[in-house]
């Protein structure tokens, strides 16, 4: 069972730190907050569903360890699933510059 831990703990701990470094880059910065709102709100609700459901399966005494190794199979098959979707959904399109004229909006002649 140890070894099932290992990809669920090193999975979460690469995957939180990236998403939550490459999320400003991907909104714009008038939607910045609400974005990581969406992300923290994202995050407790999936926690809370994982808690509810791995407990669920190992609530009871009998069945404790097959309950624990099903919750860590199912966890640790989550870790490829999602590797596979955000590859799949690749990066974000880059997002058109602005071309900055001159104040005025015209450039000025010299005459000689």
Do not use: W, Y
């Amino acid at each position: 069972m140890v070894l099932l831990m290992i990809p669920v703990d090193a999975g979460g701990s690469l995957a939180v730190p990236a998403v939550t470094s490459l999320l400003p880059d991907h909104v714009p910065a008038e939607r910045a907050g609400i974005a990581g709102g969406v992300l923290n709100a994202s995050r407790q609700v999936g926690g809370a569903l994982a808690v509810a459901v791995f407990g669920a399966l190992v609530a009871r005494h009998a069945t404790f360890c097959r309950g624990l190794r099903t919750s860590l199979v199912i966890a640790a098959l989550l870790v490829p699933a999602t590797t596979v979707t955000s590859l799949l959904l690749g990066p974000a399109p880059a997002a058109p510059t602005a071309v900055s004229e001159p104040a005025g909006g015209l450039e000025k002649k010299s005459t000689v």
